[in-house]
């Protein structure tokens, strides 16, 4: 059985006969997951002149962005926007460039997002490998030698030099026996996930006069004046459209969980369309548990179906509406959070503290959904002239395995500090240091945790990351 995963049934992620596998794909760099950090590890590596392999486990780049369609994506918030690496400037040109006739600041169409991602891989010289999920590790004196992907076919075996774990999950670095954390520091549950949608047929023009005739621009707008049309309703603030959901809820017509976080957003290019952030599942938050994803998808579909019919009852704009997108996966803002050489913490975060070497500057906030409020009202503690905090290279530097580094959602942070880090523009950030930091190591035959951040940062500085 040469190309068959034979499994170890005391073993939970399976035992790989190796040495009956045949190398299937190999190169200098293996990237695991083709996400917001995946995609840009892997461009940063390649422009670097490295034979760089993209694994990815979906039949698309950009992750959350496409997949989950978590779109418009949150800025660093830090003066003289964008703060950010080389690459997210690239893709924000072209994605301006495709919406010059309606461009909506920090926000795009996720299908075209995703092509955007696949074009400029394809440029750097990426070679990308779709339909293969991490599903074992070959370790072998604390490096990885080769990860084994389930494909259609069968179990296939991919060699490499340096492996970037860009899944979101930790996926590649848990199979490879690294360490972690997940959920609150007192509960273990992480936060809740989310299923996004899109609805087409809406007539715009009544549904915004009626969003603006509720004087709450701050929560109910047409966007006229800019930033696109927006409504929002949630558990913890008062707005003008939160009576009209209690009504609905009352009489039977919307469950009362779509009032705890739902917010309704325009995407530039879709002149009908209106995107969703909700159902949001505070009893579903584990993104690693088959059986709370199953359900997640199940409920979460029968949710969107009667919310649907809410708008057409209570909104005007929606007698033709229909839906014409629901995430392919859900939105999952947290699970595992690899052990690295240094953890970023809440006091860092909060106390807006700077590191040589740093790979990414950001100020949003704390952002924890559900549960207790960590933070979340809390002012930073910092420098008011220099209003950022930075996330060091050493974040992404397993510290159980030699030659593997973590980019995106699960880089080495506690559970207050990764609310605020896991915006995309700070994975692309991360994803690219990843990427160029891997190439460094090729050259000058270096293993991640010998590298310098400064050395990866100033790398960056050159290629044209926007640090202050």
């Not at 009362?256 to 325009?266: G, K, L, N, R």
């Not at 059986?291 to 009852?313: C, N, P, S, V």
């Given at each position: 059985?040469?190309?068959?995963?034979?499994?170890?049934?005391?073993?939970?992620?399976g035992?790989?006969?190796?040495?009956?596998?045949?190398?299937?794909?190999?190169?200098?760099?293996?990237?695991?997951?083709?996400?917001?950090?995946?995609?840009?590890?892997?461009?940063?590596?390649?422009?670097?002149?490295?034979?760089?392999?993209?694994?990815?486990?979906?039949?698309?780049l950009?992750?959350?962005?496409?997949?989950?369609?978590?779109?418009?994506?949150?800025?660093?918030?830090?003066?003289?926007?964008?703060?950010?690496?080389?690459?997210?400037r690239?893709?924000?040109?072209?994605?301006?460039?495709?919406?010059?006739?309606?461009?909506?600041?920090?926000?795009?169409?996720?299908?075209?997002h995703?092509?955007?991602?696949?074009?400029?891989?394809?440029?750097?010289?990426?070679?990308?490998?779709?339909?293969?999920?991490v599903?074992?590790?070959?370790?072998?004196?604390?490096?990885?030698?080769?990860?084994?992907?389930?494909?259609?076919?069968?179990?296939?075996?991919?060699?490499?030099?340096?492996?970037?774990?860009?899944?979101?999950?930790?996926?590649?670095?848990?199979?490879?026996?690294?360490?972690?954390?997940?959920?609150?520091?007192?509960?273990?549950?992480?936060?809740?996930?989310?299923?996004?949608?899109?609805?087409?047929?809406?007539?715009?023009?009544?549904?915004?006069?009626?969003?603006?005739?509720?004087?709450?621009?701050?929560n109910?707008?047409?966007?006229?004046?800019g930033?696109?049309?927006?409504?929002?309703?949630?558990?913890?603030?008062?707005?003008?459209?939160?009576?009209?959901?209690?009504?609905?809820?009352?009489?039977?017509?919307?469950?009362?969980?779509?009032?705890?976080?739902?917010?309704m957003?325009?995407?530039?290019?879709?002149?009908?369309?209106?995107?969703?952030?909700?159902?949001?599942?505070?009893d579903?938050?584990?993104?690693?548990?088959?059986l709370?994803?199953?359900?997640?998808?199940?409920?979460?579909?029968?949710?969107?179906?009667r919310?649907?019919?809410?708008?057409?009852?209570?909104?005007?704009?929606?007698?033709?509406?229909?839906?014409?997108?629901?995430?392919?996966?859900?939105?999952?803002?947290?699970?595992?959070?690899?052990?690295?050489?240094?953890?970023?913490?809440?006091?860092?975060?909060?106390?807006?503290?700077?590191?040589?070497?740093?790979?990414?500057?950001?100020?949003?906030?704390?952002?924890?959904?559900?549960?207790e409020?960590?933070?979340?009202?809390?002012?930073?503690?910092?420098?008011?002239?220099?209003?950022?905090?930075?996330?060091?290279?050493?974040?992404l530097?397993?510290?159980?395995?030699?030659?593997?580094?973590?980019?995106?959602?699960?880089?080495g942070?506690?559970?207050?500090?990764?609310?605020?880090?896991?915006?995309?523009?700070?994975?692309?950030?991360?994803?690219?240091?990843a990427?160029?930091?891997?190439?460094?190591?090729?050259e000058?035959?270096?293993?991640?945790?010998?590298?310098?951040?400064?050395?990866?940062?100033?790398?960056?500085?050159?290629?044209?990351?926007?640090?202050?």
């Amino acid at each position: 059985m040469t190309d068959k995963l034979r499994q170890d049934s005391q073993a939970g992620s399976g035992c790989v006969k190796w040495e009956e596998l045949p190398v299937y794909l190999n190169a200098d760099i293996i990237v695991c997951g083709g996400g917001s950090a995946g995609a840009f590890a892997a461009m940063a590596a390649a422009k670097e002149g490295r034979d760089v392999l993209l694994v990815e486990s979906e039949g698309y780049l950009g992750g959350s962005a496409v997949g989950a369609l978590v779109m418009p994506y949150m800025t660093v918030r830090v003066p003289g926007e964008p703060r950010c690496s080389y690459l997210h400037r690239e893709l924000d040109r072209r994605i301006q460039e495709y919406h010059k006739e309606k461009h909506i600041p920090n926000s795009s169409d996720p299908v075209i997002h995703g092509i955007l991602l696949e074009q400029m891989c394809q440029e750097s010289g990426v070679k990308i490998l779709f339909h293969a999920k991490v599903c074992g590790v070959d370790r072998q004196e604390g490096s990885i030698r080769a990860i084994a992907v389930a494909c259609k076919d069968g179990i296939r075996k991919i060699a490499g030099k340096i492996f970037i774990d860009g899944t979101g999950d930790g996926s590649l670095a848990v199979l490879a026996g690294a360490g972690y954390e997940a959920g609150h520091p007192k509960t273990g549950v992480n936060q809740p996930m989310s299923l996004r949608y899109i609805i087409d047929g809406v007539d715009k023009a009544p549904l915004g006069e009626f969003l603006d005739s509720l004087g709450d621009p701050d929560n109910a707008r047409s966007g006229k004046a800019g930033g696109g049309l927006f409504g929002c309703v949630v558990a913890r603030k008062d707005s003008a459209l939160k009576p009209i959901f209690r009504q609905a809820v009352e009489k039977g017509d919307l469950d009362e969980q779509s009032m705890a976080y739902w917010t309704m957003f325009e995407i530039p290019g879709r002149g009908d369309a209106v995107a969703f952030n909700n159902p949001e599942f505070f009893d579903l938050t584990d993104a690693c548990d088959p059986l709370q994803l199953t359900e997640l998808m199940m409920r979460g579909r029968a949710f969107i179906y009667r919310e649907l019919m809410f708008y057409k009852k209570y909104f005007p704009g929606f007698t033709n509406a229909y839906i014409s997108n629901i995430s392919l996966v859900p939105g999952i803002r947290e699970s595992r959070r690899i052990h690295t050489k240094y953890e970023l913490t809440a006091a860092d975060v909060l106390g807006q503290r700077k590191f040589e070497g740093c790979i990414s500057q950001c100020n949003y906030p704390v952002d924890v959904h559900g549960g207790e409020r960590l933070f979340q009202d809390d002012l930073p503690e910092g420098n008011p002239e220099k209003p950022w905090y930075e996330i060091p290279y050493d974040c992404l530097v397993s510290a159980d395995l030699d030659n593997l580094l973590v980019a995106g959602r699960c880089i080495g942070a506690d559970f207050v500090a990764q609310s605020s880090i896991r915006i995309q523009i700070c994975c692309h950030s991360m994803g690219e240091a990843a990427g160029t930091a891997a190439a460094i190591c090729l050259e000058e035959s270096k293993l991640p945790g010998e590298l310098n951040g400064a050395e990866v940062s100033g790398r960056m500085k050159q290629r044209g990351a926007d640090f202050l």
